[in-house]
């Protein structure tokens, strides 16, 4: 295939959606930071930040490849066949006007937001060390066949894809099952194995910066827009309705998360109206391609509003899961998965019919379907990743580690200097911080 063959337009959107999609994960670095206590919030950033590392690296070396892979067993892609992302430089290597090099590179992005977005139920007691390692085994173990489950297509020219998208016809547009429901029933396997913090349920444990959160909110729904309308592959009307239904269901989402706080608490709380944005985000992700802007707006509302209410079942259960991934992404993907199977409208790029459309149960059974092999799969080998890496290393601090703080003893930093200084302009630079008269005589 020569150059000419290459859409540069396609080329061009999908490349800027992935810088999208990359600029999430530190967007939920933020989002997350913000939600923990001062004395956890660079470790917090910091499992975001070495996800990055982590999952990238593997990609290139075989994550690629078992995802997009021609499959084996339809479970898991070879992991020879594009290992080190060979072959993928060659001009003949581009798949509807796309070079599969810039494909490889969009997909990227989703694997290291999909393991990131663990991290959130294990805040303020996990080693990172063993969180660097339990990341990278559930990139190679859980997101990696996850993703070629749901993400990779039969084609005529004999590629063989996942189970999920092909056995059982499951729509997922761009992550409501391989990376949302996937994270969220992974991140409560690890919880429960974990353990929770010490005096969940009886201390505070507040957000120590919203102003932090409100800004990883506002990153992750502009990220979200590559995320959406980039897995159009294309600049055309699908991308067209992704973005308008990414903009609508969120909108939807967080003014009902805040209505149903208001109703329940008497506030309506900036720590509510950033949830409800990721739970609106959450739930057209897989739905953004195959609803109208009526139905995009009716999951989302329905999205924010359960999840409000979701958030609150860690109490009454007693796991901890700190930052609500449960609340929000496995409740929210289940909301979006399921609803396309009622809110599918043939008119959209997708072509599907839910019920509420004339096209009976059959949907609303294969999204059904697709979302119990996803959660099912990942919540048992996330439950023996962590059982293992719990008797090998050990997956908490001590208790008085995380009183203290995790953030001195696993990076020896803080991540606010808040001790006192002076400044001396007596025969050396004014910038010079030297000891207080106190610490002197100390």
Request: charge should be negative.
């Amino acid at each position: 295939m020569n150059l000419l063959e290459i859409d540069t337009g396609n080329t061009a959107w999908v490349l800027t959606s992935a810088a999208l999609v990359l600029l999430m994960t530190p967007g939920l670095a933020f989002f997350y930071g913000g939600m923990v206590r001062a004395k956890s919030v660079l470790n917090m950033l910091m499992m975001s930040i070495v996800t990055m590392g982590i999952v990238g690296v593997l990609w290139i070396i075989v994550g690629y490849s078992m995802a997009f892979g021609d499959s084996m067993g339809r479970l898991i892609g070879n992991p020879f066949e594009f290992a080190f992302l060979k072959g993928l430089m060659s001009p003949e290597a581009v798949t509807g006007g796309v070079p599969d090099i810039v494909f490889a590179g969009f997909q990227s992005a989703f694997a290291i937001i999909a393991v990131a977005l663990v991290s959130g139920a294990v805040a303020d007691r996990m080693k990172f060390s063993a969180w660097a390692a339990f990341a990278a085994l559930w990139a190679l173990l859980v997101y990696f066949p996850a993703a070629h489950a749901v993400f990779s297509f039969d084609t005529e020219s004999g590629h063989q894809g996942g189970f999920v998208a092909n056995v059982i016809g499951a729509v997922d547009f761009a992550g409501g099952t391989a990376i949302h429901i996937n994270a969220g029933v992974g991140a409560l396997a690890l919880a429960l194995v974990l353990g929770k913090r010490v005096g969940f349920g009886r201390i505070p444990m507040r957000p120590h910066n919203l102003p932090l959160v409100m800004l990883g909110a506002g990153l992750l729904w502009f990220g979200w827009f590559g995320f959406n309308a980039g897995s159009a592959l294309a600049a055309d009307t699908t991308a067209g309705v992704a973005w308008i239904n990414t903009l609508g269901a969120t909108a939807a989402a967080m003014l009902a998360w805040l209505l149903v706080e208001r109703l329940r608490d008497g506030h309506a709380t900036s720590l509510g109206g950033a949830s409800g944005i990721v739970a609106g985000l959450v739930a057209i992700t897989p739905a953004a391609h195959s609803v109208s802007p009526a139905g995009g707006l009716l999951i989302g509302a329905i999205a924010g509003a359960l999840c409000a209410m979701a958030v609150g079942l860690k109490f009454r259960f007693g796991y901890d899961d700190s930052l609500d991934v449960v609340g929000v992404h496995l409740v929210g993907g289940l909301v979006g998965t399921l609803l396309i199977g009622l809110f599918a409208d043939p008119a959209a790029p997708a072509g599907e019919s839910g019920l509420l459309y004339g096209g009976g149960v059959d949907l609303l059974g294969r999204q059904a379907a697709g979302a119990a092999v996803v959660l099912v799969y990942s919540f048992v080998v996330t439950f023996l990743i962590a059982k293992v890496l719990d008797k090998v290393m050990g997956l908490r601090v001590a208790p008085e580690v995380e009183t203290m703080g995790i953030d001195t003893t696993e990076h020896a930093e803080t991540g606010y200097d808040l001790s006192h200084v002076a400044y001396s302009s007596y025969g050396v630079k004014q910038t010079l911080i030297v000891p207080t008269r106190e610490e002197a005589d100390a």
